[in-house]
């Protein structure tokens, strides 16, 4: 999201803008510079070669091509509030804020300056005093924010934006801010918001992500259309009831029969499965899958979506399941070379893979694993599918044994990084998604939730 500057010459845009820029790690821009390098020449120059129409027509298109611009801060021109589509343009991307000061204090601030030629013709606070009140109302109407800067120094102003901004997350939500959201039940320890609006925060874009616990997924989906919500993230139980209220559905999800993303594109619904891609490459990092014995513990959409890529990389797939029927229906879908129940967790000793997609190692059940330790082999690949706790004792033990082990969280950040670039058009900021995601399991004591999302 970008911080635009309005208000009057001497209201310290550019000092403030120079500050808060460095503040947040966002680059800096004054727009009445920009004029200058187009022209060639310095404003005083161009409004007496070319008077303020001209000099309003070049900021116009300066306008049109900064707004389209991500994560920066943008001091403006006084005057660009008093044409309604510079307004328009800079609120695509960027929250107005209005740096408010009384005539006697932008006097003193400009001084003897008269750098900029008079829009009145008249004494510099004559000028000063019919510009302010006439821009004023424009400046309450179309401002986000208001800070005022009397008695402030421009340290002070910055940090005042820079809490503000800090307080909502990086986001500054408004009318203009574009959604995006996870649906499923429960969701209420899911760290999906956490992550893709860190993504938002990084990149500066206008977005901001939320939880919707759902019970009744049709209306849900109706709810996407109505509101316009760019985006959805689709957890448990509804990746596969989901798919028949959508308008159109990704080849990969289509064959794996199982969504669990929807991006609205003008009110046209597409359905993806982006854990297809993450969970090939959390296991392609650690290993080769081509030919190898894969034993997958679980029936469910996560090991449906595991199971069909793995079988499309040529792996040697075994499914075991609490209920053995399951594990032969999901066997029988994605052709796996052979099912049963969980009484047979033996098969681990002749496997080069083991896979839990089950909720054993989360929050109640932390302190159990589905997988005996005696079953482990340093040779062996570990993938835990659960990522809260980020150390469940599955991965601990296969720790201990020396296995080859891949953390859930890998998985939960790859899917997430696609359904951000899908969502926005963006490359996902990877390591800062990452590093506010790793800072929240470590710093939990226990999982709280048995949310995959």
């Known amino acids: 999201m970008n911080i635009v500057l309005i208000g009057m010459r001497g209201s310290g845009k550019t000092t403030v803008g120079k500050l808060l820029a460095k503040r947040l790690g966002k680059q800096f821009i004054e727009m009445d510079e920009l004029i200058v390098q ?17 000099f309003r027509e070049v900021e116009e298109e300066v306008i049109r091509e900064v707004a389209e611009l991500d994560n920066v801060v943008n001091a403006t021109g ?6 309604e589509e510079n307004v328009r343009e800079l609120k695509k991307k960027g929250k107005l804020v209005w740096l408010k000061a009384d005539t006697d204090t932008l006097l003193r601030r400009i ?6 030629p008079s829009l009145t013709g008249r004494s ?16 309450e109407q179309v401002a986000d924010f208001i800070i005022d800067t009397e008695g402030k120094k421009p340290e002070e102003v910055a940090e005042a934006i820079a809490k503000q901004y800090s307080e909502q997350g990086g986001l500054m939500i408004d009318a203009n801010t574009t959604i ?3 649906i499923g039940d429960p969701v209420e320890y899911s760290l999906s918001p956490l992550v893709h609006n860190r993504g938002y925060e990084v990149l500066g874009l206008n977005f901001v992500y939320i939880a919707f616990r759902v ?16 985006g959805a993230s689709i957890t448990m139980p509804h990746k596969v009831s989901a798919m028949k209220y959508i308008d159109d559905i990704d080849d990969t999800a289509q064959r794996i029969g199982a969504i669990n993303t929807i991006v609205n594109n003008g009110g046209v619904l597409k359905g993806f499965n982006t854990d297809y891609d ?12 081509k030919g190898k014995k894969a034993v997958l513990l679980g029936a469910g959409a996560t090991a449906l979506t595991i199971a069909t890529a793995l079988k499309r990389k040529g792996a040697r797939l075994v499914i075991l399941n609490r209920t053995p029927e399951k594990a032969r229906e999901l066997a029988k879908r994605v052709n796996a070379e052979g099912s049963s129940g969980l009484d047979q967790l033996l098969t681990i000793v002749t496997a080069d893979i083991v896979i839990n997609t089950t909720p054993v190692g989360m929050w109640p059940t932390i302190n159990e694993s589905i997988v005996p330790k005696e079953l482990m082999y340093p040779e ?8 809260n706790p980020k150390e469940t004792k599955m991965i601990t033990e296969a720790k201990e044994v020396g296995c080859n082990v891949i953390y859930g969280y890998k998985m939960f950040l790859y899917q997430a990084a696609t359904q951000f670039e899908l969502f926005t058009g963006h490359p996902a900021p990877l390591p800062d998604m990452e590093q506010v995601l790793i800072k929240a399991l470590e710093g939990d004591e226990h999982a709280t939730s048995n949310d995959r999302r």
């Open 380 to 387: 062996l690949t570990v993938f835990e599918v659960n990522y």
């Open 78 to 83: 006084g005057g660009v509030v008093t044409r």
């Open 180 to 182: 995006c959201c996870l």
């Open 38 to 54: 187009r022209i060639g020449l310095d404003i005083p120059e161009i409004v007496k070669r070319y008077g303020w129409d001209k």
């Open 278 to 289: 993450a969970a090939l490459k959390v296991l392609e990092e650690k290993t080769t899958l």
């Open 124 to 139: 510099p606070r004559e000028d000063l005093e019919a510009v302010l009140a006439e821009r004023t109302p424009i400046y």
């Open 111 to 116: 001084g003897n300056d008269e750098y900029r």
């Open 215 to 230: 019970n009744d997924i049709k209306l849900a989906i109706d709810g996407i259309r109505a509101l316009g919500i760019r």
